[in-house]
């Protein structure tokens, strides 16, 4: 089996490392020899080592009758797109690791590709073989709530807080220092690598097929040594969450920041690694934990596509054979959502702040679950209040914040954290 790799950067360089260097092992799970023959580049002289052969003229290659296999690596998503449906119209298989492109036109390219391979293992969370685990090992079962750490760098940086004390952006740069993060992190810390990835999920988990702009999405940026303290405080791990939950025909599909109990097997996956826990109502809670990134991860689970492909394995490729005849799920907007709350509070150190935020709450429909004052330092003119809630509607929330933020004694912008059984 002939294979074009189209974007040799880190993760094509591996693909073709392991290809060869491993060559032997993967022709016999294969059953064929699988053989990088050519490589995509925008720049040819910054590739002079390449172990394959490199070009810059992806129309040649896209066009070639002896290529078997390609695989997309180049990031982005309307040129991808473009390029990746010239393969299937020409009904080439595709192997793919680009989760932007498959959270705005996986549907599409389900119709283009029809009976067609089309692999995506590499797209959500790197060596962790979640789409097989979806789409295959878990297919008897509705799922009920889908939970995970779908991005490195992120929680990189919330592992570093936590344990270390260090403020956001000295674990940012730490991140960037050491690789984990990009000079431009955007992408990572707020929240959109990880909504891609859910998104993808969702669709194989629930026949849903939502846009990012159709959820909710929020970042880390914000996360600040005060909220650390608390986290520590009430044994609360601080996490970055893509977060599917199923209840009586709706479905909930958000990524933010939360507070998790330290007890809980996610609050204890730290540094880079990755983990997505899956409840089915089958099988219960599966748990599944690896490397979420890096090129050899992310090359392991491309290669696995191609050996799916060279036996002949055509699953299909969103997980549905024919349409559900059950209604389909109706997609909650963000402020139907409900849970648990932490609000983080400055305000002015006077007589009767906090019977006027408890009365607000309450008129809200806001039930306290617990409240602490943080101790002022002498320097500091206003107090930290920091208060968490018993299960109430997210669009509650958002008018007491709003409320809050018209009175005079709030001192700085409020800050909310979701908080995740």
Do not use: W
Not at 18 to 38: C, H, Q, Y
Not at 151 to 159: A, D, E, K, R, V
Not at 238 to 267: C, N, Q, W, Y
Not at 352 to 370: E, F, H, P, R, Y
């Amino acid at each position: 089996m002939r294979v074009a790799i189209l974007g040799v950067g880190t993760v094509g360089t591996e693909v073709a490392n392991v290809l060869i260097k491993n060559s032997d092992l993967i022709a016999s799970r294969a059953g064929v020899n699988i053989t990088p023959v050519v490589g995509v580049v925008r720049d040819l002289s910054k590739h002079k080592d390449s172990i394959i052969p490199l070009t810059d003229d992806i129309d040649s290659v896209i066009n070639r009758d002896d290529i078997d296999v390609f695989i997309e690596l180049m990031g982005g998503i309307d040129k991808p797109y473009e390029i990746v449906s010239k393969i299937l119209e020409r009904k080439k298989a595709v192997v793919t690791a680009n989760k932007a492109l498959l959270a705005y036109y996986r549907n599409e390219l389900e119709a283009l590709a029809g009976d067609t391979a089309f692999g995506y293992e590499a797209s959500v969370a790197g060596g962790i073989p979640i789409i097989k685990a979806l789409r295959e090992g878990l297919s008897a079962n509705h799922i009920q709530k889908i939970m995970g750490i779908m991005n490195g760098t992120s929680n990189y940086i919330l592992t570093s807080m936590m344990s270390s004390g260090v403020q956001f952006d000295e674990a940012l740069k730490k991140a960037q220092e050491l690789g984990y993060a990009e000079a431009d992190p955007t992408f990572d810390i707020g929240g959109f690598d990880t909504a891609h990835k859910l998104l993808i999920l969702a669709s194989i988990a629930y026949c849903v097929h939502a846009k990012p702009e159709d959820i909710l999405i929020e970042g880390i940026s914000q996360i600040s040594s005060e909220d650390i303290y608390f986290a520590n405080e009430f044994e609360y791990a601080i996490k970055l969450l893509a977060i599917a939950k199923r209840d009586e025909g709706t479905l909930e599909l958000r990524v933010h920041p939360a507070f998790i109990s330290k007890d809980k097997m996610l609050a204890n996956v730290n540094g880079v690694m990755n983990a997505v826990s899956v409840v089915g109502d089958a099988v219960g809670e599966s748990l599944f934990y690896g490397a979420g990134a890096g090129g050899s991860a992310t090359a392991s689970a491309v290669i696995s596509d191609l050996i799916d492909i060279a036996r002949e394995i055509r699953n299909p490729m969103l997980g549905y054979k024919a349409p559900l005849e059950s209604a389909p799920l109706k997609l909650l907007k963000p402020s139907q959502i409900r849970t648990k709350y932490y609000l983080r509070l400055k305000v002015a150190d006077e007589v009767g702040v906090l019977a006027k935020i408890t009365n607000l709450m309450s008129q809200n429909n806001l039930s306290i679950d617990s409240f602490l004052q943080k101790a002022k330092s002498k320097d500091e003119g206003c107090a930290t209040l920091f208060f968490t809630t018993h299960t109430c509607l997210e669009a509650d929330m958002l008018k007491v914040i709003n409320s809050l933020e018209n009175e005079s004694f709030i001192k700085a912008k409020p800050f909310m954290i979701r908080i995740e059984d």
